[in-house]
Nanobody, 115 residues
Framework: QVQLVESGGGLVQPGGSLRLSCAAS????????MGWYRQAPGKQRELVAT???????NYADSVKGRFTISRDNAKNTMYLQMNSLKPEDTAVYYC?????????WGQGTQVTVSS
């Protein structure tokens, strides 16, 4: 059974930082491309950042220079370090694991940026 479990969300003030984690089980984590997506109220889910099995990263323009995606294959865990957070970063953040045409999603973790 595949499980992707996100953690680390919460309420933070503008300019603050959070670190999200996605713990994977039931898959050969190291061969999967991993990604973070987010969905704000009333909006479509959008890509935040991805990291390939070889460690190549890609970011949405809106988070470049502020967010860093990483993975620890020994721990079957992916991370998203989020700095200089803005109110527009408020959303539910989802973890995704993909290989070929197969993909899995986590249940999401809420990030709220507000003073």
């Amino acid at each position: 059974q595949v499980q992707l479990v996100e953690s680390g969300g919460g309420l933070v003030q503008p300019g603050g930082s959070l670190r999200l984690s996605c713990a994977a089980s039931g898959i050969s984590f190291s061969i999967y491309a991993m990604g973070w997506y987010r969905q704000a109220p009333g909006k479509q889910r959008e890509l935040v950042a991805t990291i390939t099995s070889s460690g190549r990263t890609n970011y949405a323009d809106s988070v470049k220079g502020r967010f860093t995606i990483s993975r620890d294959n020994a721990k079957n865990t992916m991370y998203l370090q989020m700095n200089s957070l803005k109110p527009e970063d408020t959303a539910v953040y989802y973890c995704n694991a993909a290989i070929g045409r197969t993909g899995y999603w986590g249940q999401g973790t809420q990030v709220t940026v507000s003073s």
